[in-house]
């Protein structure tokens, strides 16, 4: 299916995934469908759907995301309530480093990732940055199709340990040397292990469930910045730094 091709109202998840898949890889951003035209346990099948795509071509799952956990991204963005979405092993930037060249618009938030001990509770946090792409021009769309889309998952920075009260843990977003945001860890949910246990309950209802390593990046305590040919994007959390670039 060519990626401008329009699967039709009719929604076929395997045709949805096959048109966001090509849309992708062919760097081509789409026009958000009308709101009424996808409902969200349609949309996490077609989620599935394309993550099965990714999975086919080598990709391997290695945690979750969560979108709209903070009040900040949901005023942002223009959602009212939280999502997923897979975090898969080619999404990873080692810090410091430049966002894979084929990304359509990228932007860049803070996040605390909990790792996921053996008994399936956090059992480590991490400085994280999340790299954004969402295939809908202009970040025009609805929870339902960004959804569909992963949640605009791309790329995933992460950083050293962080100890300490997760909740009031501070993080200041730098971007080409000029501060851009403050936020902190109270953001997701009241506490990022909130925010897992949110994740836990979600992923049950879909048959899912954590394992042990899973990293889990629970959603971005300020807004996103854009991410233009040239940037360098910081979140200076206390004791450690993480940096992205394209």
């Known amino acids: ?47 599935r759907a394309l993550t099965g795509l990714r999975e086919g071509r ?33 999404m990873v930037i080692p810090p410091g480093t430049a966002v894979p060249p084929d990304l359509l618009h990228p932007r860049v938030e803070p996040e605390i990732g909990i790792v996921v001990g053996a008994d399936g509770r956090p059992a480590a946090a991490r400085a994280v940055l999340e790299v954004v792409d969402s295939v809908w021009r202009g970040y025009r769309f609805t929870l339902a199709t960004n959804t569909a889309d992963g949640s605009s998952a791309a790329g ?20 080409n040397g ?13 506490h990022p292990h909130a925010a897992v246990a949110w994740l836990e309950h979600e992923l049950a209802g879909h048959g899912e469930a954590l394992r042990e390593g899973d990293l889990v990046i629970t959603g971005g305590l300020t807004r996103a910045v854009p991410l233009e040919r040239g940037d360098v994007v910081e979140a200076r959390f206390p004791g450690t730094t993480v940096a992205v670039r394209r």
């Open 156 to 175: 995933v920075v992460v950083g050293d340990a962080v100890e300490g009260d997760l909740a009031s843990l501070t993080v200041e977003l730098w971007r």
């Open 1 to 47: 299916m060519a990626a401008h091709t329009h699967p039709g109202r009719d929604v076929d998840v395997h045709a949805w995934a096959a048109w966001l898949d090509d849309a992708h890889r062919s760097g081509e951003l789409l026009d958000a469908p009308s709101p009424d035209e996808l409902d969200l346990p349609t949309a996490y099948a077609v989620q």
């Open 58 to 90: 080598g990709a391997r799952r290695i945690g979750w995301k969560l979108g709209y956990t903070s009040p900040v991204m949901r005023a942002q963005m223009g959602v009212d309530s939280p999502n997923l979405g897979p975090l898969l092993d080619s």
């Open 178 to 190: 000029a501060l851009e945001e403050t936020g902190r860890g109270d953001a997701a949910m009241g």
